[in-house]
């Protein structure tokens, strides 16, 4: 156990009373008195707080996480009388993240197996009659489609592994609602055309399946096209971001909807085709052998056609003209609005958001916001301005840089610290400790009779110790007897290897390669506190840079990898998401024949549900990170998959010489019972259930953000786009 950081370090000025501003880690209660001695601090104690430092050597890591379990496990089970205890470790973070994701696996699961019931409820047409139901149930079609969306995920995860590309949980989660999304919605828009088809030739004789599929695919092939193509190109400029992440998902997303479009363009039409011959021939579904008295099956429409043809599309089309434009005005509106609410979107991700309910690490961040009253240690590294060239600390220039100067790197600390710039107590260096406090004392810097380095702990036992000669002269070689001596309360307690025994590199014999100097961030709460505090370090770090020539510092702590993306994550933002957007206005204008004006019309659709979502994320408290990036550039292909089936079709009856608002009602009434019962209610189905989950990263960014998606995008397309169209 480090001394420094268990009880506080050594120190003369505390050792008296036990209750300097080094004991920072016995947190005393106000309300109990200020103690004067030790018994009266122990007795004003409301928690304390050991930490066992284990060694950061590569080769010994795994050593070091295996003990870190061990301790956890011991921690987890061992009962305190008296006490309460909390417990944290490196690994533990990275532990309950992994636990968390196995439980809700049950969740997700759970998800997926609903999806499949309604789907295959909702391609079939229902009905009291046993054989009716068995003629006209799509289970063998609902189980290929869903099995090709498997198997495109997989497959994408495949090739990508075969090129290292890391399949994290964000990918497993969101390429795979992505793609079911767009492929239950293509299975939708085809059984529905083909049932509609069907329908036309009751009490014919003779019905060719294959020409009935190839009708089918006149009608939906080409938007099929242009939504895969669309999303596919999107998704591949995704993957030129510089955020990892979104870059791993964009080429997951490429080449599972890309395989999906494939299968489904290829087996699964061979799948439909037998089983439109098995309809037609009157046998029972998954039970080809077993076929009923032969008798008529009249074709009628399901609820949700009925709804959208009759309900939804007569009520949108109302002869009263106002109705289109005031619901053009209400959209505009709401996406202006939520431009004006993007500003206040938050960045971040809180930690305690990713971790279960009933995780240990919560009690123990609980504890710590409570009780400790500093933050994580920063280090301000340092080394000579030229890489090439030792540095030597002792150099008048270099130490007046360093620590002298009032511009100096220990000085700028000092500023920062007493001007609170998520800074706080005094920084540690271990030069001025060396040179003010252990070098000039008596006790500390001890020679044995041969030269050699003589430790506090047996000097007062060896007699040959003696007080070190020409200090002013071997100073680099002191300063190394320096960093191996131990305190020792009956001899030298400035002692500085519990504290600064990493925090020099030497090369050879004069000079040092790299140190730091280190200080206390002042309590963190959030995501918020984390990103200001490392600009805080940055911007230290950048005024000691531009004030000390020779030298080269950069800032160091355990958190501060995790919160460099948010540098850059609105610019990343805007970028990736223009260059989707980008993508699919060419590939839309290149697919619909050049037909600028439904590009134009489908991009603004597109970018409506973005900024709503924005928006939405601010409303929900949902912050904008990697995982929520992400989603926004999912939302940019589901929004695809919304509105381009109704555009072409639009496109379509307006090649017929269609009036816009008869091309527009037509276009809704025929695709709109796909949409809504394919892609929006299968994904509502699937995603309640993640309401359930354990963990509030997917309640919050699994089951908000994809439920804000979806609602989103299905207004858009079932009232939104049919309003503007009929007005161009």
């Not at 294959?210 to 591949?236: C, D, H, K, W, Y």
């Not at 008295?293 to 949108?316: C, D, M, Q, T």
């Given at each position: 156990?480090?001394?420094?950081?268990?009880?506080?370090?050594?120190?003369?000025?505390?050792?008296?009373?036990?209750?300097?501003?080094?004991?920072?880690?016995?947190?005393?209660?106000?309300?109990?008195?200020?103690?004067?001695?030790?018994?009266?601090?122990?007795?004003?104690?409301?928690?304390?707080?050991?930490?066992?430092?284990?060694?950061?050597?590569?080769?010994?890591?795994?050593?070091?996480?295996?003990?870190?379990?061990?301790?956890?496990?011991?921690?987890?089970?061992?009962?305190?009388?008296?006490?309460?205890?909390?417990?944290?470790?490196?690994?533990?973070?990275?532990?309950?993240?992994?636990?968390?994701?196995?439980?809700?696996?049950?969740?997700?699961?759970?998800?997926?197996?609903?999806?499949?019931?309604?789907?295959?409820?909702?391609?079939?047409?229902?009905?009291?009659?046993?054989?009716?139901?068995?003629?006209?149930?799509?289970?063998?079609?609902?189980?290929?489609?869903?099995?090709?969306?498997?198997?495109?995920?997989?497959?994408?995860?495949?090739?990508?592994?075969?090129?290292?590309?890391?399949?994290?949980?964000?990918?497993?989660?969101?390429?795979?609602?992505?793609?079911?999304?767009?492929?239950?919605?293509?299975?939708?828009?085809?059984?529905?055309?083909?049932?509609?088809?069907?329908?036309?030739?009751?009490?014919?004789?003779?019905?060719?399946?294959?020409?009935?599929?190839?009708?089918?695919?006149?009608?939906?092939?080409?938007?099929?096209?242009?939504?895969?193509?669309?999303?596919?190109?999107?998704?591949?400029?995704?993957?030129?971001?510089?955020?990892?992440?979104?870059?791993?998902?964009?080429?997951?997303?490429?080449?599972?909807?890309?395989?999906?479009?494939?299968?489904?363009?290829?087996?699964?039409?061979?799948?439909?085709?037998?089983?439109?011959?098995?309809?037609?021939?009157?046998?029972?579904?998954?039970?080809?052998?077993?076929?009923?008295?032969?008798?008529?099956?009249?074709?009628?429409?399901?609820?949700?056609?009925?709804?959208?043809?009759?309900?939804?599309?007569?009520?949108?089309?109302?002869?009263?003209?106002?109705?289109?434009?005031?619901?053009?005005?209400?959209?505009?509106?709401?996406?202006?609005?939520?431009?004006?609410?993007?500003?206040?979107?938050?960045?971040?991700?809180?930690?305690?958001?990713?971790?279960?309910?009933?995780?240990?690490?919560?009690?123990?961040?609980?504890?710590?916001?409570?009780?400790?009253?500093?933050?994580?240690?920063?280090?301000?590294?340092?080394?000579?301005?030229?890489?090439?060239?030792?540095?030597?600390?002792?150099?008048?220039?270099?130490?007046?840089?360093?620590?002298?100067?009032?511009?100096?790197?220990?000085?700028?600390?000092?500023?920062?610290?007493?001007?609170?710039?998520?800074?706080?107590?005094?920084?540690?260096?271990?030069?001025?400790?060396?040179?003010?406090?252990?070098?000039?004392?008596?006790?500390?810097?001890?020679?044995?009779?041969?030269?050699?380095?003589?430790?506090?702990?047996?000097?007062?036992?060896?007699?040959?110790?003696?007080?070190?000669?020409?200090?002013?002269?071997?100073?680099?070689?002191?300063?190394?007897?320096?960093?191996?001596?131990?305190?020792?309360?009956?001899?030298?307690?400035?002692?500085?290897?519990?504290?600064?025994?990493?925090?020099?590199?030497?090369?050879?014999?004069?000079?040092?390669?790299?140190?730091?100097?280190?200080?206390?961030?002042?309590?963190?709460?959030?995501?918020?506190?984390?990103?200001?505090?490392?600009?805080?370090?940055?911007?230290?770090?950048?005024?000691?840079?531009?004030?000390?020539?020779?030298?080269?510092?950069?800032?160091?702590?355990?958190?501060?990898?995790?919160?460099?993306?948010?540098?850059?994550?609105?610019?990343?933002?805007?970028?990736?998401?223009?260059?989707?957007?980008?993508?699919?206005?060419i590939m839309s204008n290149i697919i619909l024949g050049c037909n600028i004006k439904a590009a134009i019309?489908?991009?603004?659709?597109?970018?409506?549900?973005?900024?709503?979502?924005?928006?939405?994320?601010?409303?929900?408290?949902?912050?904008?990170?990697?995982?929520?990036?992400?989603?926004?550039?999912?939302?940019?292909?589901?929004?695809?998959?919304?509105?381009?089936?109704?555009?072409?079709?639009?496109?379509?009856?307006?090649?017929?010489?269609?009036?816009?608002?008869?091309?527009?009602?037509?276009?809704?009434?025929?695709?709109?019972?796909?949409?809504?019962?394919?892609?929006?209610?299968?994904?509502?189905?699937?995603?309640?259930?993640?309401?359930?989950?354990?963990?509030?990263?997917?309640?919050?960014?699994?089951?908000?953000?994809?439920?804000?998606?979806?609602?989103?995008?299905?207004?858009?397309?079932?009232?939104?786009?049919?309003?503007?169209?009929?007005?161009?």
């Amino acid at each position: 156990v480090s001394p420094d950081v268990g009880f506080g370090g050594f120190q003369t000025r505390t050792l008296g009373t036990l209750g300097g501003n080094d004991l920072g880690l016995i947190i005393m209660c106000p309300a109990l008195g200020m103690p004067d001695n030790a018994t009266d601090m122990l007795n004003s104690t409301c928690a304390i707080m050991f930490a066992f430092l284990l060694t950061g050597e590569f080769e010994k890591m795994e050593n070091a996480s295996l003990w870190e379990l061990a301790m956890s496990n011991f921690m987890k089970t061992t009962q305190f009388n008296h006490i309460k205890c909390s417990f944290n470790s490196a690994r533990a973070l990275e532990d309950e993240i992994d636990r968390a994701s196995h439980a809700d696996i049950t969740i997700i699961m759970i998800s997926y197996i609903l999806m499949f019931f309604y789907v295959t409820c909702g391609l079939g047409r229902l009905s009291w009659s046993p054989k009716e139901c068995g003629i006209k149930a799509k289970v063998t079609v609902a189980l290929t489609g869903v099995l090709i969306v498997l198997v495109s995920v997989i497959c994408a995860l495949g090739v990508l592994s075969y090129f290292r590309l890391p399949a994290t949980l964000v990918v497993i989660e969101v390429v795979p609602f992505l793609t079911l999304a767009v492929g239950i919605d293509n299975v939708f828009i085809i059984v529905q055309t083909l049932q509609k088809t069907m329908g036309r030739y009751i009490g014919e004789d003779k019905i060719c399946p294959r020409e009935i599929m190839i009708q089918v695919l006149e009608n939906v092939g080409p938007s099929m096209l242009l939504s895969s193509t669309t999303q596919t190109v999107a998704f591949a400029l995704g993957g030129l971001s510089t955020m990892p992440a979104v870059r791993n998902f964009a080429f997951n997303a490429t080449l599972a909807v890309l395989i999906d479009f494939i299968l489904q363009m290829t087996i699964f039409l061979v799948v439909l085709t037998r089983d439109t011959e098995r309809e037609i021939a009157g046998r029972i579904d998954c039970v080809c052998c077993v076929r009923p008295e032969a008798s008529h099956i009249p074709y009628r429409p399901g609820i949700i056609k009925r709804f959208v043809e009759n309900v939804w599309s007569k009520a949108l089309f109302h002869p009263n003209s106002f109705i289109r434009p005031l619901v053009v005005a209400v959209f505009f509106c709401g996406a202006v609005i939520s431009a004006t609410l993007i500003p206040m979107l938050e960045v971040g991700l809180d930690e305690t958001m990713a971790l279960p309910l009933d995780s240990h690490l919560t009690v123990y961040l609980d504890d710590i916001f409570k009780y400790l009253n500093v933050g994580p240690s920063v280090n301000f590294v340092f080394r000579n301005n030229d890489p090439s060239r030792p540095l030597d600390v002792f150099n008048d220039e270099i130490h007046r840089q360093l620590l002298s100067s009032p511009t100096s790197l220990f000085q700028t600390m000092e500023a920062y610290s007493e001007n609170d710039h998520y800074m706080t107590g005094t920084p540690k260096s271990w030069l001025k400790s060396y040179e003010t406090e252990w070098l000039p004392a008596f006790e500390c810097c001890r020679s044995d009779a041969h030269g050699g380095f003589c430790p506090s702990s047996e000097a007062a036992s060896h007699h040959g110790c003696r007080e070190c000669p020409a200090k002013e002269d071997n100073k680099m070689e002191y300063l190394k007897w320096f960093l191996q001596d131990i305190p020792d309360l009956n001899g030298c307690v400035y002692g500085g290897k519990p504290i600064y025994g990493h925090a020099v590199n030497f090369t050879g014999s004069t000079g040092i390669r790299a140190g730091y100097f280190s200080v206390s961030h002042k309590q963190l709460t959030g995501s918020k506190d984390f990103i200001m505090s490392r600009k805080a370090a940055l911007n230290l770090v950048e005024e000691v840079n531009s004030k000390n020539p020779n030298i080269t510092v950069f800032p160091y702590s355990h958190f501060y990898h995790f919160y460099e993306q948010y540098d850059t994550i609105h610019k990343e933002t805007v970028i990736d998401v223009a260059i989707c957007l980008g993508a699919v206005f060419i590939m839309s204008n290149i697919i619909l024949g050049c037909n600028i004006k439904a590009a134009i019309i489908l991009l603004t659709s597109v970018f409506m549900i973005v900024i709503d979502l924005l928006g939405a994320m601010v409303v929900l408290n949902i912050p904008l990170n990697a995982i929520s990036l992400v989603n926004i550039i999912m939302s940019i292909g589901i929004s695809v998959e919304f509105s381009a089936h109704i555009i072409k079709s639009f496109v379509r009856y307006s090649s017929y010489g269609d009036m816009p608002i008869q091309a527009s009602y037509r276009a809704l009434a025929g695709t709109g019972p796909a949409i809504l019962s394919g892609i929006t209610l299968t994904k509502v189905v699937g995603i309640f259930v993640l309401i359930f989950a354990k963990s509030r990263l997917f309640q919050v960014f699994y089951f908000k953000m994809f439920l804000s998606v979806i609602v989103l995008g299905a207004l858009h397309a079932l009232a939104f786009l049919p309003a503007l169209m009929s007005l161009m």
